[in-house]
Structures are given as structure tokens and as C-alpha cells.
């Protein structure tokens, strides 16, 4: 079907053979540089284009307060509330799982540490401390962040000279992975079990 000239509209499909968002938002900026290259175009599209981009921009804000009001992840909770695991298994061994200050600051206190602290993995006393006053988000990334300090010594490649620089290179990916994929995450977790 085709538009009457002069009209300017965009629909906002999901992701069911339409196009996405980012797809729309990547034509509108498109549309948008041609106007900076001085490519001119009728007032009524500019219009139109202004007034998707608005829409846009709506939708997405709106989107995002329903996905964060819903989500354990950012919504605004305490590491209590979102049931930070208190083991998790890596590999054959099961490590203590706390996020309390108590031991953040007998931690900080032995290792000398200056500045800020997230986490901390003690592979011989199987334990790893987050800081349970982290917004949730980073709490999550820093969990996963310190489990896989704990998966690179127990696999046997354990060099610490370079290990801090992998995980901090790895951990926000992984998380983001994780995170953006929870059909992956189900189908990891649940696979010929």
C-alpha cells in the first residue's frame, strides 16, 4: 500500500518479521544526516520525522520503566530482595556466597585494600563477598564477575598476573549475555538434564 504524498508514518512492530526499533531509529538517522549533507526535504516529512522520533523515544522510556519495574535486576531492591544466592557450585566445589559489610571490611582490612571494593573470591575458604550495597545490576555483574575468578582457578589456568584484566574484560559481556538472552540462559541451565 502506498502513502499519499507528504505523509510521514512509522508503526512500531516487535520483533515478528517487522521492523524493529533499531532498525526505524537507523533510517531516521539516516534520513536525518541527509539533512545535515543539506539534502532538503519537504517541511512535512521533517514533521513527520521529528514526531516519529518523539514516538520513538516515548515508547522506549515506556518500555524500559515496565521491563525495570518488573525486573528483579533493576528494579530499585536490597541484595535481600532479589535472592542473591547463598552457594553456588563451580565445578565440584560449592562456594559461600555474602553480601553483609561485616565481612567486606575484614576483607578490605587483610588485603590492605585502598578505594572501592565490589567483591572478593577466597578459593581456599571457598567464600566470595559482594558488596550487598550495590545497586542490584551491579551486584548481579559483580557475582558473575567473581564466580569467574573462582571457574579460571579451578580450571587450572590460574595466572594471576593476567586474570584480573580477563575477568574485568569478560565479566560485563558475559553479564550483558546472560542477561539479553534469557531463552539462552534457560535452555544452558536446563539442557539434557
Avoid at 39 to 55: C, I, K, S
Avoid at 62 to 83: C, Y
Avoid at 165 to 173: G, M
Wanted: glycine share 6%; charged share 20%; with cysteine.
Amino acid at each position: 500500500m502506498e502513502r499519499p504524498k507528504g505523509q510521514f508514518s512509522v508503526t512500531y512492530p516487535r520483533q515478528n518479521g517487522k521492523r524493529t526499533l533499531q532498525e526505524i531509529a537507523a533510517g531516521l538517522r539516516s534520513d536525518m544526516q541527509q539533512v545535515m549533507l543539506g539534502a532538503t526535504l519537504p517541511p512535512t516529512v521533517l514533521a513527520g520525522m521529528r514526531l516519529a522520533m518523539e514516538r520513538a523515544v516515548q515508547q522506549s522510556e515506556e518500555r524500559i520503566a515496565r521491563l525495570q519495574a518488573t525486573n528483579p535486576l533493576t528494579s530499585a531492591s536490597t541484595s535481600d530482595d532479589v535472592g542473591v544466592p547463598e552457594y553456588v557450585r563451580v565445578g565440584q566445589y560449592t562456594y559461600t556466597v555474602h553480601t553483609d559489610a561485616e565481612t567486606g571490611n575484614a576483607i578490605k582490612a587483610a588485603d590492605n585494600a585502598e578505594g572501592e571494593l565490589l567483591g572478593h573470591s577466597n578459593h581456599s575458604a571457598l567464600s566470595i563477598w559482594v558488596d550487598g550495597k550495590l545497586a542490584i545490576p551491579l551486584l548481579a555483574e559483580t557475582l558473575l564477575h567473581e564466580v569467574l575468578h573462582a571457574c579460571i582457578f579451578h580450571s587450572g589456568s590460574y595466572r594471576p598476573d593476567d586474570e584480573e584484566a580477563y575477568v574485568c574484560a569478560i565479566a560485563p559481556t558475559l553479564f550483558s549475555v546472560l542477561r539479553e538472552n534469557p531463552e539462552l540462559l534457560s535452555f544452558l541451565t536446563t539442557a539434557g538434564r
